[in-house]
T-cell receptor
Framework: DTEVTQTPKHLVMGMTNKKSLKCEQH?????MYWYKQKAKKPPELMFV???????INESVPSRFSPECPNSSLLNLHLHALQPEDSALYLC????????????FGSGTRLTVV | AQTVTQSQPEMSVQEAETVTLSCTYD???????LFWYKQPPSRQMILVIR??????QNATENRFSVNFQKAAKSFSLKISDSQLGDTAMYFC??????????FGTGTLLAVQP
C-alpha cells in the first residue's frame, strides 16, 4: 500500500458544527502532516506529527485540533470554523528523517457556510 | 527562514515540445533537498523529481530533468516531449534537515494539442 487516504473527499459544515477530517497511511511512515491550500495558492503547513507526537504547530487557530491516535492515523478536528477556513486540506506522510519527500493524499475540500 | 520563488505564474507549451519552469530559493543551510511536485485538477500532489543539494549531478526522471545551480540557488525543471497529461500546477519545494517542506507559489502549465 503506497497511498495516503483522506476522508471525506468533500465536507460542508456550518460555523457552529463540529466535524473531523481523517487521514490514514499504511506505509510505515512515522511523520504525518496537515496542510491547508486555498485556491491557486501553494499548500501551507499547519501541523507536523513525528512518532505520534506533535512536533510543529504553525500558529494555527485553536478551532483546528489535530490528533494522532496511532502511527497510521491522523485526524483534524474542526469546531466553530469561519468561512475563510474554506479550503482544500491535504494530509501527507513521510519516513521520519527521510529526504525522499512526502506522499500526499488527495485532500478534503472543506466549505464553511 | 527559507523562501521559494517561482516567477512564472502561467506557462503554455505545444504537445511534444520542451518547456522549462523556473524556481529560485533562499536558504542559509548547506544541506537540503529540493523537489518538484505536480498537482493536476484531481488535486493530489504528485512527486515529479527530487534533488539532494550535496549532489552536483542533475536529477532526471524519464522526460523530466532539473538544472540545479547551487551557487545561484536555482532549480529549474525541464519537461521534454510534453504530453497533454502534463497539464497541471507545478510547485517547486524546499526541505530542510528539519524535514519541513516549503512550497513555492506555483506555475500553471497548460499543454496545448
Amino acid at each position: 500500500d503506497t497511498e495516503v487516504t483522506q476522508t471525506p473527499k468533500h465536507l460542508v459544515m456550518g460555523m457552529t458544527n463540529k466535524k473531523s477530517l481523517k487521514c490514514e497511511q499504511h506505509m510505515g511512515h512515522r511523520a504525518m502532516y496537515w496542510y491547508k491550500q486555498k485556491a491557486k495558492k501553494p499548500p501551507e503547513l499547519m501541523f507536523v506529527y513525528s512518532y505520534e507526537k506533535l512536533s510543529i504547530n504553525e500558529s494555527v487557530p485553536s478551532r483546528f485540533s489535530p490528533e494522532c491516535p496511532n502511527s497510521s492515523l491522523l485526524n483534524l478536528h474542526l469546531h466553530a470554523l469561519q468561512p475563510e477556513d474554506s479550503a482544500l486540506y491535504l494530509c501527507a506522510s513521510s519516513q521520519s528523517g527521510d529526504s525522499g519527500g512526502y506522499t500526499f493524499g488527495s485532500g478534503t475540500r472543506l466549505t464553511v457556510v | 527562514a527559507q523562501t521559494v520563488t517561482q516567477s512564472q505564474p502561467e506557462m503554455s507549451v505545444q504537445e511534444a515540445e520542451t518547456v522549462t519552469l523556473s524556481c529560485t530559493y533562499d536558504t542559509s543551510e548547506s544541506n537540503y533537498y529540493l523537489f518538484w511536485y505536480k498537482q493536476p485538477p484531481s488535486r493530489q500532489m504528485i512527486l515529479v523529481i527530487r534533488q539532494e543539494a550535496y549532489k552536483q549531478q542533475n536529477a532526471t526522471e524519464n522526460r523530466f530533468s532539473v538544472n540545479f545551480q547551487k551557487a545561484a540557488k536555482s532549480f529549474s525543471l525541464k519537461i521534454s516531449d510534453s504530453q497533454l497529461g502534463d497539464t497541471a500546477m507545478y510547485f517547486c519545494a524546499f526541505m530542510s534537515l528539519l524535514n519541513k517542506l516549503i512550497f513555492g507559489t506555483g506555475t500553471l502549465l497548460a499543454v496545448q494539442p
